[in-house]
């Protein structure tokens, strides 16, 4: 079955960096593009950014294009995050989210998400 | 771009049935299939309807979606209402212009 688990959450104080994981098991990891989504405290759902499944295209959330990093290693079966310059609006559970691509491009799998504090 | 709009919050009894709405603010509902999620308090979500009116395996058949492009908007209607549908839910949708994801704000689903 599709198992998604994030890790590297945590307290980190404004303006520092955190980087985020997301190992895949499953299914075959470097078939499909992979996603990552985010809810602050108490807030929906934010779509924060995608990669395909070769890491050729990449795309960001206005609110994190130029301060966040996807890519992924498909040899490990991993999904990173890599998140500079933080502030206090990017706490949040980050989920990471397999997509499918065949028509409706959507998440069909869901990781149980890692909590990203921002405060000093 | 466009938004996904949908109304803050629902309430129904058990048994009941429900709809919960999804209005895209430009552009037409039909352009991009509409999905949907149900997320219980403390856990992540997972798809209850995909493809505008798509059942994943294991998800009831109380649960449908559909599209409307009169009111260029979406629904997903959940008959017999139980407990266990509690949750939020959230519409959402592929922006293909710009290679993003776009939700709706969520509708928190009371059943009382």
Sequence with gaps: QVQLVESGGG????????????????????????????QAPGKGLEWVSYISSSSSYTNYADSVKGRFTISRDNAKNSLYLQMNSLRAEDTAV???????????YYFDYWGQGTLVTVSS | NFMLTQPHSVSESPGKTVTI??????????SNY??????????????????DNQRPSG?????????????????????GLKTEDEADYYCQSYDSSNHGWVFGGGTKLTVL
């Design chain 2, 21 to 30: 709405s999804c209005t895209r603010s430009s552009g037409s509902i039909a």
């Design chain 2, 59 to 79: 998800v009831p058949d109380r649960f449908s979606g559909s599209i409307d492009s009169s009111s260029n908007s979406a629904s997903l209607t959940i008959s």
């Design chain 1, 94 to 104: 980050y989920y990471c989210a397999k997509v499918d691509t065949a028509m409706a």
């Design chain 2, 34 to 51: 509409v999905q949907w999620y149900q997320q219980r308090p403390g856990s992540a979500p997972t798809t209850v309807i995909y493809e």
């Design chain 1, 11 to 38: 307290l980190v104080k404004p303006g520092g960096s955190l980087r985020l994981s997301c190992a895949a098991s499953g299914f075959t990891f470097s078939d499909y593009y992979m996603s990552w989504i985010r």
